[in-house]
């Protein structure tokens, strides 16, 4: 069966430092591959969103970075981390077609 | 490129009552429909999806939905609500991007909280 892995679970970091959140994905492959960020009130906001290795949309500009190096594993950086880069960080995969998406349980995000 | 417009922030209602959660997309040639539910501090489990067939779609917990073209909706319904349904509902539609790539957009979510 496929399984979604996501961690840290939660993670507090001062202003200007860097961010490496990891994501993997198990039993199954060449999965699209997603980064969500949800923040109170906003729902969830697609941030980069993968169809490859090496492949990676962005959908908003922003602090943010994210890199896919191998096909189960997407990876979402920053250099210097901003106090508005605080939030909840959702990893999801889906396969090609328009089926469901199978998240990770999330890593909250706390920049101070 | 499709959106989703979820109605209601907030909803919320007394155990044992019916609940009914509003989603309105944008139109498109081909609707690929969902609901998610999200527990505080968990990610997002799939509660239902219409994706081709009937319209009327059930899903676990008892919820359902049903996808109304001429409406451009796709509400979700449960007739008696628990405890334990309170969470944060999303609603989501699959934008083709191209060949069999398609995008997930969500709708900003409704609380749905359950009062004894």
């Known amino acids: 069966s496929q399984t979604i892995h996501q961690w840290p679970a939660t993670l507090v970091q001062p202003v200007g430092s860097p961010l490496s959140l990891e994501c993997t994905v198990e039993?199954?492959?060449?999965?699209?591959l997603y980064w969500y960020r949800q923040a109170a009130g906003r729902g969830l906001q697609l941030l980069f969103y993968?169809?490859?290795?090496?492949?990676i949309s962005s959908e908003v500009p922003q602090n943010l970075s994210a890199s896919r190096p191998q096909d189960r594993q997407f990876i979402l950086s920053s250099k210097k981390l901003l106090l508005s880069d605080s939030g909840f960080y959702l990893c999801?995969?889906?396969?090609?077609?328009?089926?469901?998406?199978?998240f990770g349980q999330g890593t909250r995000l706390t920049v101070v | 490129a499709q959106s989703v417009t979820q109605l209601d922030s907030q909803v919320p209602v007394f155990e044992e009552a019916p609940v009914e959660l509003r989603c309105n997309y944008s139109s498109s040639v081909s609707v690929y429909l969902f609901w998610y539910v999200q527990y505080p501090n968990q990610g997002l489990q799939l509660l239902l999806k219409y994706l081709s067939g009937s319209t009327l779609v059930k899903g676990i917990n008892g919820f359902e939905a049903e996808f109304n073209k001429s409406q451009t909706s796709f509400h979700l319904r449960k007739p008696s609500v628990h405890i334990s349904d309170t969470a944060e509902y999303f609603c989501a539609v699959n934008d083709k991007r191209g060949g069999s790539n398609y995008k997930l957009t969500f709708g900003k979510g409704t609380l749905l909280t359950v009062n004894p």
């Open positions: 999801a995969w889906s396969s090609k077609g328009p089926g469901k998406a199978f």
């Open positions: 993968s169809v490859g290795i090496g492949q």
């Open positions: 039993g199954t492959s060449n999965p699209n």
